[in-house]
């Protein structure tokens, strides 16, 4: 993060500035162990997680920082948004991929692309048009269009790992998969509005101009994901066919991950969307790639894959801690913090009032294509999906320091107090919502007691509305006649029809070429192979992994 470690080393020794690089490495890494040793300590807490650890620890440690320099420095590192873009961000997302229950994504897909998607959207229309109409009486600085629309794509873009965190998936599997698909692919598409924002000619703006935007937007989207795919697909096939794991299951570890970290690179070099073609890449691989491999690899992927992300994430969240006492941004900003907190008091406003519009509405139309006796998207679940997506965290600090400094620098006013009205929306919504998370979902979900676990989860996998949607025709015939089920047919219809088409293509073309589970090829001399039939290779985990 702006260390400059090119050259710690050298025949002298180390010079003052190197010094003070590994120092501050180290002190940095002693406080990322702090906060998963305090994490642990409180894991067994109603209030905490790792992500509000993290932010405590950054402003305990900034306030030391700030003490010490005499008010001049509040930070170890300096942020490089080329480091979170390049090295942290990709792990994260990689992770969500990979981790992904696909049997709940995918059946609740529709869903998950209206909230993800088109109320991504909403939400940017909602944000930008407030932003314009408030900020000015703020006497905020010069802002154009394009400013006006970045705000809107930065914030838009959400952080529900802390809802997450407390969500059980096997208890609650519908709410779990709506909250985090709707979370990737929110991060996804604020990204991809956020680039195409970037290449607009706001200058000459009309029609044809919006048409491009249009254009360009579904160009990345698609283009995107294609990747993204095609690069899990290539993995997935050299695994299969050279068989690694004959001589070295730590040849088939290092593809995967070099070949995950070569599609967001190679995304980023064609200006494509990283985010949503590594998080495809993941999904893809853990459907061929992961069951071509060995047992070890398998147990040794998934851990690696999540360690990264979790110590990204942690990264993330104690660095924008010690940031957020930057006293050179909050005197460029202000003499005074009162106008950045008004400003991110309105930006919250603007954050609640463009869920509100979204998450209510979509939840109403995906209702409507399920049965009368069908469990549908209760009103308590819909207020904890928007609560989930009011926090901002990783995805709008690595926006906002794009689009507003260089290098973690700026020294233009307007930009300062964007930046500070940032931190200040993260710290508030991870820390004050977060907190409360959980609180509000044992008021709106309380634990079940005295119930039998196992006969329950059944029940609900089979009454799931959206798991049961691709499933195959089971309306009632008195309904055939009546709007409700007219409704519910095109609704329902095209995504069943689909999700059988894609199993029959998948087991019949797919899978025997890229693998796959019950298309593992058989190693000989494998360490594994020598003790595991066979018949049982893909099947061990496949619980894990759907």
């Not at 003052?16 to 890494?29: G, K, L, P, R, T």
């Not at 300590?41 to 620890?57: H, P, Q």
């Not at 106008?339 to 209510?360: C, D, T």
Request: charged share 15%; hydrophobic share 50%; with cysteine.
């Amino acid at each position: 993060m702006g260390l400059g470690l090119g050259a710690l080393l050298k025949s002298g020794g180390l010079s003052v500035s190197d010094h003070d690089a590994i120092v501050s490495i180290n002190i940095f890494i002693a406080l990322l162990c702090s906060c998963i040793v305090i994490g642990h300590l409180l894991e067994g807490n109603r209030w905490v997680n790792e992500s509000i650890t993290a932010l405590v620890m950054g402003l305990i440690t900034g306030g030391v920082i700030l003490l010490v320099t005499n008010g001049t420095n509040s930070r170890i590192l300096v942020f490089s948004e080329d480091l979170f873009f390049i090295y942290l961000l990709p792990p994260i997302i990689f992770n969500a991929g990979f981790q992904v229950k696909k049997k709940q994504f995918f059946r609740n897909f529709i869903t998950i692309i209206l909230f993800g998607a088109i109320g991504t959207l909403i939400s940017f229309v909602i944000i930008s048009l407030g932003a314009m109409g408030l900020f000015k009486k703020l006497d905020v600085g010069p802002l154009e269009l394009g400013d006006y629309l970045a705000i809107g794509a930065i914030f838009s873009a959400t952080d529900s790992v802390c809802t997450l965190q407390v969500l059980n998936q096997d208890e609650t599997p519908l709410l779990y998969s709506l909250v985090f698909g709707e979370g990737v692919v929110n991060d996804a598409t604020s990204v991809v509005l956020f680039n195409a924002i970037e290449n607009l000619d706001i200058d000459n703006f009309d029609a044809i101009v919006l048409l491009n935007f249009v254009g360009k937007f579904l160009y990345l989207f698609f283009t995107s994901t294609i990747l993204g795919v095609a690069t899990g697909l290539l993995s997935a096939y050299i695994i299969k066919k050279l068989c690694f794991a004959r001589h070295s299951t730590d040849r088939e570890v290092s593809i995967m991950i070099l070949m995950a970290y070569l599609s967001y690179m190679i995304s980023m070099l064609l200006d494509l969307s990283g985010i949503l073609t590594v998080f495809f890449c993941g999904i893809v691989m853990s459907h061929y790639t992961w069951h071509n491999v060995t047992e070890s690899s398998r147990v040794t992927t998934k851990h690696t894959f999540a360690t990264l992300s979790f110590i990204a994430e942690i990264f993330l969240f104690l660095y924008v801690g010690m940031d957020a006492l930057d006293i050179e941004k909050w005197k460029l900003a202000s003499s005074s913090p009162k106008k950045p907190i008004a400003l991110s008091a309105i930006i919250l406003g603007l954050v609640m009032v463009g869920r509100a519009a979204f998450v209510f509405p979509l939840s109403f139309l995906s209702n409507l294509s399920k049965k009368e006796a069908r469990p549908k998207i209760s009103f308590k679940q819909q207020v904890i999906i928007w609560w989930a997506g009011l926090m901002r965290g990783a995805v709008s600090i690595a926006l906002a320091y794009n689009k507003f400094t260089a290098s973690g620098h700026t020294e233009v006013r307007v930009n300062a107090i964007m930046i500070t009205s940032t931190v200040i929306v993260v710290l508030f919504s991870t820390m004050v919502f977060g907190l409360l998370t959980k609180p509000l979902l044992s008021l709106l979900i309380p634990p079940r007691t005295g119930l039998n676990t196992s006969s329950l989860l059944s029940s609900q996998s089979m009454l799931d509305p959206l798991l049961t949607s691709m499933m195959g025709s089971d309306f009632d015939v008195g309904q055939i006649n009546s709007p409700q089920y007219n409704l519910q047919f095109i609704l329902t219809a095209p995504a069943r029809s689909v999700h059988r088409l894609w199993r029959k293509f998948d087991d019949r073309f797919m899978r025997p070429v890229f693998g796959g589970r019950g298309f593992v090829p058989f190693v000989p001399g494998s360490p594994v192979e020598r003790s595991v039939p066979e018949s049982h290779l893909g099947t061990v985990t496949e619980a894990e992994r759907s």
